[in-house]
């Protein structure tokens, strides 16, 4: 009697030459696949190399830009895009289990490419702090010149670098610095270096895990997020006056979650999402729980005047338009996680996007507030936790494009 193999144990049965392949285990290995754009034509590069470093795996782009490489180790990889006539780029990109990464790339021609002159963004990616050009090219690690910088760099390997705000023209970045450290020796806090990734300054020592760092247009005042050293289920806002050297905090003694603060451009106030909801027709507030919704608020810089902006859904990440009169913010209230944006009192809320994407936050207006930076796990076909990928979304004609991967908390 023939026997028949269970499904579990089945591999491929290819030909006459009943060749075996075990199942892929997609915990360990996964796919990764997008397209190769060109910047000069805005079509689709064919024949585009794309080579993953470490184990070495080749692919090739076809005649619509796609490329399709399966088998891939899920871990932090190294891969570099090139094709004739066009600069070579070189990406680090984490690989997702249980799924596909799907990424685009875009390449510049060799000739014309000294005539684009982008907008430098800075982001937060692996806990490191990174820059890049507004095409995802010229990628630079710049906190892995503060740990050369270091008299022990292997002391500083566990450090975490978050939130990179650019200041003064883009001359200066601050950041928040973690090394989960209780030694007298600790480098938590808020810092600053200069553009290069050198020069390291601290601002101020924090005495708790800090993230969403904002600083006020005359970098008097340091803004920032913070579990509560005595209450780890108090998240809350706290500001760090460089005059006064002094940190007060914001969102009082009381219960709290307040995340993602932002200080306007033209005045003193500023924004941010809590989890602190307003009582209709009251001044009171509901302390966080297990089914609060993240809603967005505005109040003083001296923590006064509390309002509340939005109330339907999840909303989330809000940020100022240059002129201080919009805030961008993400929303779930249709469904998915899209950008939206709103007059600075709250009305006029309306959605820009439309990606279905179940995942987005951190949207930042350009210079001249034409366009939107955020991030999305639009197109992404693994079960992400968070938004990883760096879009651009153009007002001017509601388009979109990828700039990066594994870019978050990014400012430009």
Known sequence: MKKILPLFSLALIVNSGCTLFAPVDRSKFSDLEGHVF??????????????????????KS??????NIRGVPVKWLTVEIKAPNYETITRTIKIEP??????????????????????QIIFERNGDIWTTDEYGQNQENLTDKVRNQSFDPSAMNGMVFRSPNW????????????????????????????????????????????????????????????????????????????????????????????????????????????????????????APSSSSRMQIFSMTTDGFTRKQLTSIGDNFDPRWSPDGEKIAFISNRTGSY???????????????????????????????????????????????????????????NYSMRMITNDATKADW
């Open 98 to 119: 249980y799924g596909v990464k799907y990424l685009d790339f875009y390449l510049t021609n060799k000739e014309k490419s000294k005539n684009i002159k982008p907008n």
């Open 338 to 396: 899209e950008v939206w944006v709103m007059n600075k009192n709250g009305t006029g809320q309306r959605k820009l996007t439309s990606t279905n994407a179940s995942r987005a936050n951190n949207p930042v207006f350009s210079a001249d507030g034409q366009r939107i930076i955020f991030n999305s796990n639009y197109k992404q076909k693994y079960s992400s936790m968070k938004a990883s990928e760096l879009w651009v979304f153009d007002l001017d």
């Open 62 to 67: 076809d005649v619509d830009g796609t490329f």
């Open 38 to 59: 060109s910047l000069t034509t805005n079509g689709p590069v064919n024949n585009a190399e794309i080579t993953i470093k470490e184990p070495s795996i080749n692919e």
């Open 167 to 286: 200041l003064e023209n883009k001359t200066k970045i601050a950041y928040v610095a973690l090394d989960n450290s209780d030694t007298p020796f600790s480098k938590n806090g808020v810092w600053l270096m200069n553009s290069s990734g050198k020069m390291m300054q601290r601002v101020t020592y924090t005495d708790s895990s800090a993230n969403d760092l904002s600083v006020s247009t005359d970098t008097k005042n340091y803004i920032y997020s913070m579990v509560n050293p005595d209450n780890a289920n108090n998240i809350g806002l706290y500001k760090f006056d460089t005059i006064k050297n002094k940190t007060t905090t914001l969102s009082g003694n009381f219960l709290v979650r307040d995340f993602s603060p932002k200080c306007s451009p033209k005045a003193n106030n500023l924004v941010f999402s809590s989890e602190v909801n307003l009582i209709d027709n009251t001044n009171m507030y509901i």
